[in-house]
């Protein structure tokens, strides 16, 4: 069967080892924990979809990276696709609530965590198969919907131990408004929402730069840069007077003041940053839209919205909604960079190591395996018959902290030997109680 | 971009809504402990691999059966594949042994739980895209690795509250031994193992018949169902007669009797079966078999091996290794069947829901729901401030327990009335005291 051919996993995608899933898994239960607290319920869709619920959906761009499976069978042959690897979780989600309408409630709060797949050029940190942890709030227009999302991943970044987060608000009619008022045409709007997603990366002059290249005279995209830099920058009150007069804008503002004002008394308070600049790239939000960032990280750990238009699409009536999405991978890359795993997770895949004296004692190493694992305790049984040392080594290479020895001396007293690898020192307890001692000793460290 | 499509999920799949997913949850969580506790470690592999990693793994059947996907930009247009759907969680195994030779231990004990997908027929409890929940165990020959995974196996099942199940055990070899007592061919093994793996199906007679029409002469045929016939059947004793003079069957059996010997001090003793005639119909195990079966269950909760060919598929070299595969969907059906779950999982999404007593004291409503939080509740927030009748109405509908009424009287006397939607109760508590007072009555419910 064997011709040498690669081993590695396809382009853009990853293994997961034990070490590394056991840190994917920290931080999914954690994030599950805090969307349950907050009411939010499970859900879960197929990996792949119907290809027309997915093709058309993220635009022309997104229809190439699409992932399209080949019709099977006799059809084969024909390279016609009939089905598509899943792209986002709102389009499932849309097509969910279709399917569903009579039995999901009226307020409809989800979450979802699964991987998603896209068919980018592989880069560093950008992969082809990637989790979204998503949820979104259906079927009211109150601002309760933004601050409950808010306070809930302002909770789950806390949880992690970001200490430094800070969640970007703005509103799509807000930053529309300073279009307006900069003097940009509304079929400007969409060439400028494109530059300004940039700030980030380019800068205010980067923008500017970006702006008149496509075309917006410099005057028009100075003052709209004007717009955006301190002292307006962040202040309601400045960004009221700058709205004056304009409705939409003002009605914008009023939307976000409720939003502050219902977060005020959540621990998340201090951390939202109302920004006139932030655009997010998809075309799809109405109202409120915001990003988490830390300053460590070039773009964001996860963002949202409003977007009271889609999630209908497959129903035939609007429903209103907001959403946010947190990225596992990237939150992953900054814990990891920084160090803030708590380290039982990276500890040992076990407690302690049933060693094997000899072949005779096979079955009694699985009864005290047995009886330890009754105890509690995370339980390995080396396999053969090794010598001691061997064993003991092998424990030691897998960061196993106990191994235990039942040698006929010690079967015969009714105990057991307790080897402790860190410190070297041995202890012959008896057998009943073997699994308290060790999980005494492991409970008395910091 | 509605044109009214169809919303179901695409043949063979399934959505999960959020009282499904807790049900899978609960299971997984136990598979996941219980693995845990015997030292498996977690591995995740992706959805997708290179297609010829899994093109000709599964016989010119399988071939068929996986989902290929298309290349993608220009390629598209050619019809060619270059990925596939995972089909199982075995290749994908041998192929990351492969690969990180020098990081994984010597003794690898992995699990897995991952969706895989299969281009069957659809039919009543047959899908698309399933869950396999595998644990193997690779690098020793040792009888110790079947007896860890037969305990394991046998403590989920214990766990997720199966009284009634055997775990049947057989050998390949031993099965061949039978084979040639009973005068086959070494060239009618292979027939004669299909048929034989059809016996839960159509009974002893069945097979016998079945034999005869695959062109096995009537008396071998009835000599070799003799033997799975009692008391023969299940007797090491009896077995051990009959097969005496064969040598390969003999060893065999002592290894059988080694397995026996090893679990006897666990609590799956009671519940292995001996059985010559399982067969399993996978063409790759070398040595014991083993499956999980319930009387109510047509086919196996799931079933494994001693395979020590397979894994080395693309290291070049055998690697020695037993596994078994618990079947997610399988067992689900069972336990919804048998009402297995606890109360608990089918219960309420939230522990209580704060009501919005008008406008105005949204924000108030936000912060009791922080520190109904704060007390470890489980806590939604009613979006809008319709009339208090309506709210309680939807709570119950979502049989959350409690609502919190924080109206002018109690939050001028630092109260919040608790209602008790199960009782009507309704009671004025201190509001710190409120999420002690509702986690209290909670927990005093059995």
């Known amino acids: 069967m064997s011709d040498k051919q690669s081993t590695k996993p396809p382009a853009g995608t990853r293994d997961f080892l034990p070490d590394e899933i056991r840190r994917r898994q920290y931080v999914i239960d954690v994030i599950r924990d805090v969307y349950e607290k907050y009411g939010f319920e499970p859900l879960e869709t197929p990996a792949f979809e119907n290809i027309e619920t997915l093709l058309g959906k993220y635009g022309d761009e997104g229809n190439k990276l699409i992932f399209k499976i080949l019709k099977r069978g006799e059809h084969e042959q024909t390279g016609e696709a009939d089905l598509a690897l899943r792209y986002d979780l709102t389009v499932p989600l849309a097509r969910v609530v279709a399917q569903y309408q009579n039995e999901i409630p009226r307020f409809f709060k989800r979450y979802q965590i699964q991987p998603v797949w896209r068919a980018d050029r592989p880069a560093k940190g950008r992969f082809r198969e990637f989790f979204q942890c998503d949820i979104d709030g259906l079927g009211s227009t ?3 919907i933004e601050a409950e999302i808010l306070s809930a991943v302002g909770e789950i970044l806390q949880r992690l131990g970001f200490q ?6 703005n509103h799509r009619r807000l930053l529309t408004a300073l279009l307006d008022k900069a003097g940009l045409a509304p079929g400007q709007h969409g060439e400028a929402l494109t530059a300004i997603d940039k700030l980030d990366k380019i800068g205010l002059d980067g923008v500017e730069k970006d702006l008149v290249a496509r075309g917006i005279d410099a005057g028009t995209a100075g003052r709209l840069m004007a717009s955006f830099a301190t002292p307006a920058h962040g202040s309601l009150g400045a960004l009221t007077l700058l709205l004056a007069g304009h409705e939409s804008g003002a009605a914008a503002l009023r939307e976000l003041d409720a939003i502050v004002d219902l977060v005020a008394s959540t621990p998340v308070a201090a951390k939202i940053r109302i920004d006139p600049s932030l655009a997010r790239g998809l075309s799809y939000y109405t109202g409120a839209i915001m990003e988490a960032a830390v300053p460590d990280l070039a773009g964001s750990l996860g963002g949202g919205g409003r977007y009271d238009n889609l999630v209908g699409m497959f129903l035939g009536r609007d429903v209103p909604a907001c ?13 990891t960079e920084r160090n803030m795993f708590p380290a039982a997770i990276a500890g040992s895949p076990v407690d302690i190591l049933v060693t094997i004296w000899n072949d005779e004692t096979r079955a009694d190493a699985i009864a005290l395996a047995a009886e330890l694992r009754q105890g509690g305790l995370r339980v390995d049984v080396y396999p053969e018959a090794d010598k001691l040392g061997k064993q003991f080594k092998y424990a030691s290479s897998r960061n196993v902290p106990f191994v235990a020895i039942a040698g006929d001396d010690e079967r015969s007293r009714g105990e057991v030997a307790v080897k402790d690898l860190r410190s070297g020192e041995q ?3 008896p057998r009943a109680g073997a699994a308290a001692f060790v999980a005494g000793t ?3 460290e910091p």
Do not use: H, K, Q
């Open 442 to 444: 492991l409970n008395r």
């Open 164 to 169: 430094d987060f800070v969640i970007r608000l």
């Open 142 to 144: 109150s601002p309760v």
């Open 427 to 429: 202890t012959a307890v």
């Open 323 to 335: 959403g946010f999405s947190l990225g596992l991978e990237r939150i992953i890359v900054v814990m």
